[in-house]
């Protein structure tokens, strides 16, 4: 077969140098993140998502241009880019660039020095994007922040890392430059042999694989083939060759991230190396080979409008369009060709890419499988037979200076997420005229409405040669749009109320745009979409060295390990001979019954081994054992039973996790009984079933006499969604049967739920297991219970099977199955007087716990709904609310979050009532001798509040469809110690050095360096003698979970405690002797058979007592009103740590929790099936979390000044939380934004219902832009 013969049987390519070759051994569909891990065993390189959406994979490909053949590092996701496309090509990854043997990479010191990581999950991935960045040379600020979108960091809040990351571009400000000099020479950097000098990622030094013929690739596996092409008529050899096999085009394999495979091809045609579809040429016209990657099509793009604008000016809008799409790493594999076939394949997807191409009337190149080429319209493509044929080119006409294109896409968030809708425009102008007019029929394209819509073809015609800057014509121009516009309605996708009204604002914009000068001053802004300057942050706090290494602001200290990709997780663990990989079969519907589950299809897939149910496990059913707040049994697996769709029906086990996770969707389970689920708290409500509604707590007035002084009543209510956790590490267990029992490496919050709970599944002794943990790739509550369940699940299979078995969730059955943050509903009527002082409130809270009423957070709630209020006159109640819904769960800032938002939403709405300023409402409202009060006065100061609010009033004025607002919320977070924390301190008598272990959990909190911090101050040692060990309930057996932001603190006193006994214990040695130094003290100790380790138990009896952490927070923000989209201008925080133990630690905590905070009042939103209660947004395409662009522009924290906490840990506060609960300022900023929007409108309400999460949805809705009103 001409097509086969003579090609090379094997892959060969280098990673870090070192040569790979891959045959037909290993299945042809492994991606590269698997080769890397898995074979390569290089583990520094993490996976999430495997669909292009987290940017954790990220690598470096040292890639050859197969028409210059000039070689340069893309970064490219390794979970979507194939290891057979690697032949020939180099790849870096995090390990190559710097590692403790070689020295470190810059960018690693770096990233340490500037406190950049937290969970370090993110952080390799981080590091290779920015690796494949510095290439280019001159990096400015600018681009480096537009750089991240694809690198999702769900801990830090970006700010540290940005600031990492700018500290290499060519306009580093000063102070940052200042901030990263000198720590070059503190640790050992990686030199590059060729020029002597700290690697600047320029030169590739890595690339050793020059070594491959010429011959191309063909592998024949026993699941499938491989081929490399060649040209465009080797394409077709193959084609000819395969017969009716199935086949795809790999270029750069990222289409799967969008849409799922569900079938693999049995041929998989590598045409990277086709040069044809590579090139471009540029004439009258711009022909661009199909396969050119987006990377390579903006950069053209921006060079043709630059340099011929007389042609191709118009070049510069497709450009900055595609700066849209997806994200670094997939437009630079990612191409044209590939982005038109998911079009071509799925109508309905809101091609960003086949959108600008019709915009500006581009054509396309179709060769068939006889060579024969046929140019065709992008609509015609979309009917055309594509089988056993190749895109060729796209040919992109010139246009001349009469020609005004623009373009829109309007996302969830500012980066890195798919189009709610996208419109092109391309309207040529009568020169005879008067400028306005246009010369013929326009063209106005939109996406996101239907499959079927593209062109607005009544509009079009409607528009021909008319004035479109004429305020009649406009109209006309909505109605015909309104008329033809018909979206669909596909959950989760927005609604068509929504995306109706967003396509008539942006073909206003568009014309706004076309002549901002000559529409009215106050329409003028907007044209335009939100701009967004680079952003920065400023951190104020005090520290004193008095007190040092206490108090010292230094960075994590497992930064560097985290950003070379040193530090282990679970899922790093080596892999065991004999280990196996189990995943879950969840249930599709849900409540219902299961009739019968059929595995045979699983079981006969090839390295399927084994499939359990309910019935194999030998003890007990559960994975809650009776410990704080679990009430009621949760099951490992369903008996039948099933309570909500997403629930765990059987765990299949298999050879590979590929294998696992493809067998787990071949169990086929026949239902009955199924009922519609019940999914949210208003439904209960309006249904009247009270045997779903628990109390949960109250708050009764003390001072129910005030009742009479109320003048004005106020009833509202308000409605707020739950949270995904969004750990990047997905949840995780390995489990390792032992001579005597089980080693579990769990990635729990909580490992004494974890031994409790395996233990009595299984049925097996306590003492037989062993629970490990190192640290977590995020947590955030997430991993207290639901960990529990992997755990329990993964260690089931181990014990069966007595092999150690893996377990890590893929993030689609991590968010289908698992428990999130509580969504909540208040509804509440206050009585006020003139001052709005509460007189009497009567409010309800509820909360929406799932199928069972555990881990309930509606009492931390109602705890925290008073905040620094007066509530003597309040009556309160709460409740929770069963659903059909899987068990919610603690989620950073529990119930807390949730109380300061209703009770600071109440705040709000009896200031508009009442028309006062609203921060002097809240002080009317203020417990006696509070601290807000000079905090409040402090921050209006720093923040220019006053000021501010003018401009901002004069701003509004002067705009119609812009529109800012600014809001204020105090904050009092009442804190409390629980549950026991062990720390183990041994000190070394060789050298001295002290090795501690304690019983929280590392999850990105930096809670070892708090220890670190806190051990060495009290053996008056230096930090570098001190290290933290893994967690392990060996050593702290009986522990309390890791949450409520109180472990840092309890395991900082637990090994204060400690120390203080080794103290005791060296004093009468140290008598003896003339100030020995730190290593002879020791030694003499160790001689005098001291015993040199010491162990203290923390509980809430120790020398500690509750206690109040202020904040204060100010955020502006505005809002383009004809688009729904918000950028939050500027946030000042003033946050209460005492004396920090560790001000970079805390700094993270705040400005992480923060954006953490932003993502659930303004962009997460879950959405589920009504009718069988799947949850619909999960995974990274629709389930969005804030990115590096969504923070606020300017973000300043302060630190309150002079305020030790007399009866904290060394006189501290934690961190880890309260934070999250001011970030509610965004939604009342939004809102006084919207007040002058709706105002303009005619609205003249003073309170109107606006919910969580704000979503741009929501805002565009509730903003009220009608297209009537749309003026020229
Ligand atoms: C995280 C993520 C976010 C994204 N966001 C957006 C977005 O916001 N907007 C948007 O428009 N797109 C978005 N995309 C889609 C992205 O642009 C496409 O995945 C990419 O362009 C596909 O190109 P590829 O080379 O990787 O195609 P591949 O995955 O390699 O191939 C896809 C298909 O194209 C076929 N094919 C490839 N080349 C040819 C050819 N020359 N002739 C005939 N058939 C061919 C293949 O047979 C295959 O069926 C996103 C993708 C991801 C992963
Ligand atoms: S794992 Fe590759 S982008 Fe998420
Ligand atoms: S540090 Fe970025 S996800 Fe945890």
Redesign the pocket.
Known sequence: MAATAARRKEATFTINGKEYKVDENIPVNTSLNTFIRNYAKLTGTKAMCL???CGACVVTVWHQDPVTKQKAPIAVNSC?FPVLACDGLAVTTIEGIGNKLDGYHRLQTRIMQLNATQCGFCTPGMVMNMYSLLEKGHLTMKEVENSFG?SICRCTGYRPILDAFKSFSSDVPEDLKKRCEDIEELYKIKICEKSGQPCSGKCGDSVKCDKLGSTLLHIEASEGEWFAASSISDILSIFDAIGDKTY???????????YHRVNEPQVFIN?NSVSE?RSHSVGEEIILG??VT?TEAMELFYKLAKEQPKKFAYTKVLADHIDL???VP?RN???I???L??KYEHNEFP???FLILETAGATLTVVDKDNKEEVVTLPAYLNLN?KK???KNVKLPSLDESFRVGSFKIMPRAQ????YVNAGFRFKINSQGSGRTLAGKPTVVFGGINPSFLHASKTEEYLKDKNVLDQAVLQGALKQLEGELVPDHVLPDATPEYRKGLAKALLYKFIISLAPDSVKKNVKSGGPVLHRPVSSGKQEFETDKKEWPLNQPIPKVEALVQASGEAKYVNDAPHLPGELYAAFVLSSVGPATVEKINATDALNLPGVVAFYKAEDIPGKNAFTPPLAGLDEEEQILSPGNVKFAGEALGIVVAETQDIAVRASKLVKVDYKDVKKPVLTIREVLSSGDKSRIADKGKIDPTDPKAKSEAKHVIKGNFDIGGQYHFTMETQSCVCIPIEDGMDVYSATQWMDLTQFAISQALGIPENSINVYVRRLGGAYGAKISRATHVATACALAAYKLNRPVRMVLSIEDNMKSMGKRFSCVIDYEVGVDDNGVIKYMEATLYENAGYVFNESVVGFTIHHFVSCYDQSTWSVKARSVRTDLPSNTYCRAPGSTEGIVFIENIMEHIAKTLNKDPIQVRMNNLKKDSPIQKLTEELKQSSSYDERVLTIEEFNKENLWKKRGIAFVPMEYPFGFWGNFHAIVSIYAGDGTVAVAHGGIECGQGINTKVTQVCAHILGISLDLVSVKPSNNLTAPNGMVTGGSIASEACSYATMMACKELLKRLEPVKKTMDHPTWQQLIAEAYKQNVDLCATYMFTNKDDVKNYSIYGVTVAELEVDILTGQQQILRVDLIEDCGISLSPEIDVGQIEGAFVMGLGYYLIENLVYHPNNGELLTNRT?NYKTPGAKDIPIDFRIQFRRNAPNPTGVLRSKATGEPPLCMSCVVLFALRNALDSARKNAGKSEKWYKFDAPATTENIFLTGLPKADRYIL
């Open positions: 669909e292009g959406g979507l694809g795809m085009l790999v270029a750069g394999n990222t289409a799967r991230g969008v045409i579809l199909a396969n987006l799409i997806a994200n997939v594999t990612g191409t060709a590939g982005n076939t998911i091609s960003d890419v594509m044929k190749v895109l890195n997420a798919h189009a395409w």
